[in-house]
């Protein structure tokens, strides 16, 4: 027995004394310890494997069509000459497994007079019970307007919550996008809209909210496609000619009427002219005024007698610059400039603020002025957006 006692109290002791150096080498290790960044990479590893994966990056689904080349060899034109009228032949590219549906049911263009109208719609197969469809529509243009501004009014005018800025590609071409509420479904609508004459062609690609990440790419790159194959760079009205006396000779649209003519004065001429509603509110007023020159009336004299004109017979008081550069008249002229003001009225406090286009031009013979005296694009888009296209066409037809 004492001699099992005297194994036991040595098996002890050797275990002890192990584990005290065991102990005491664990302290030095921790009190060695590297700095944080250059732990040995083992110390951390969970040997099993659990727990211990990596995450994996997840991929968003696209469609199947989702880059240049995909584009380029899965989709083909589709397009139509609506009324068989070639200035408005369109085409656009769109994934070739979509259908068709023409919706024009007469050949001429008598519906093409409503407000807007489907003349065709194309649609994807059935992706997980959702379909994606490019509608073209067409609409009558009544008066001068530029597409950025027909594009972001029609959206305002639906109650459409604009996404981002108009896409101001031209004065005749324009993109935007927008998110609309269609029989209890949040769609997310990319639309565009293209002139030809008196007539704007609009394609908008449609697909559920909850589509918009996977169809990105398509949606965007089909409606940049879409164009028209012959327009007419033709203003919307029909132009009438007024020739002022030897000093200019402009068109300006029918809608528009001349409502003065000075010519008492061979060195001192104007034209007024009035866009009117048909309870007779003026809602524009455009102003030519040509000085002939000579020694007695210089550009700095003809420019204080407009100023004077501003105040004394219009009681406008100008606020602020807004804008400056070159007007889109004639290269007749070797002096051409336009500028924007923002003016109010100096017989009451309440009125708002408003607009005047300016434009001082100058040849051999004549300075000629002209501006425009407008509601300001904040207050009324829409009139404001005819106001100013009329106003450039008449600059751009001065000759």
């Known amino acids: 027995m004492k001699r099992f006692y005297s194994i036991l109290l040595l098996l002890t002791l050797t275990f002890g004394l192990a584990f005290t150096a ?34 994996k990056k997840v991929e968003k689904p696209e469609y199947y069509i989702h880059d240049d080349k995909a584009f380029q060899d899965k989709t083909k034109p589709f397009g139509l000459m609506p009324f068989g009228r070639a200035d408005l032949e369109y085409e656009i590219m769109l994934p070739a497994d979509w259908t068709q549906n023409n919706m024009i049911q007469n050949s001429s263009t008598e519906s093409a007079e409503t407000l807007l109208g489907d003349i065709a719609r194309y649609e994807s197969p059935v992706i997980k019970t959702y379909k994606a469809a490019v509608r073209i529509q067409i609409v009558k243009l009544q008066h001068e307007i530029d597409a950025p501004s027909w594009l972001e009014n029609y959206m305002l005018a639906n109650d459409y919550s604009i996404q981002g800025k108009i896409n101001a590609e031209s004065l005749r071409s324009a993109t935007g996008a927008y998110i609309n509420i269609d029989e209890g479904v949040t769609t997310y609508n990319y639309i565009a809209v293209r002139f030809s004459g008196p007539y704007a062609l609009v394609a908008r690609f449609e697909e559920p909210n909850i589509m918009r990440d996977y169809m990105s790419y ?182």
């Open 22 to 55: 065991a102990a005491n080498a664990g302290a030095e290790n921790i009190a060695a310890a590297p700095a944080p960044g250059m732990e040995n990479p083992l110390l951390h590893k969970a040997f099993l494997g659990f727990g211990d994966e990596k995450k």
């Open 218 to 399: 398509i949606q965007k790159k089909t409606i940049d496609s879409f164009h028209i194959l012959y327009p007419k760079e033709e203003p919307v009205e029909t132009q009438r000619v007024f020739t002022l006396v030897d000093a200019m000779k402009f068109s300006y649209p029918e809608s528009w009427l001349i409502t003065g003519n000075e010519v008492h004065d061979m060195s001192h001429m104007s034209v007024d002219l009035q866009s009117k509603t048909l309870a007779g509110r003026v809602e524009g007023y455009i102003r030519f005024m040509a000085v002939r020159r000579s020694p007695d009336e210089n550009i700095m004299k003809a420019i204080n007698e407009q100023k004077k004109y501003f105040t004394d017979v219009m009681g406008l008081k100008f606020l602020k610059l807004v804008s400056t550069g070159k007007s889109p008249a004639y290269v007749r002229f070797m002096f051409n400039r336009e500028e924007t003001y923002e003016v109010q009225g100096t017989k009451s406090a309440n009125l708002r603020p408003q607009e005047v286009q300016f434009v001082m031009l100058g040849d051999k013979e004549f300075y000629i002025f002209g501006f425009l005296f407008t509601q300001k694009k904040t207050s009324n888009l829409a009139n404001w957006a005819r106001n100013t296209q009329s106003f450039r066409v008449i600059l751009h037809s001065i000759k």
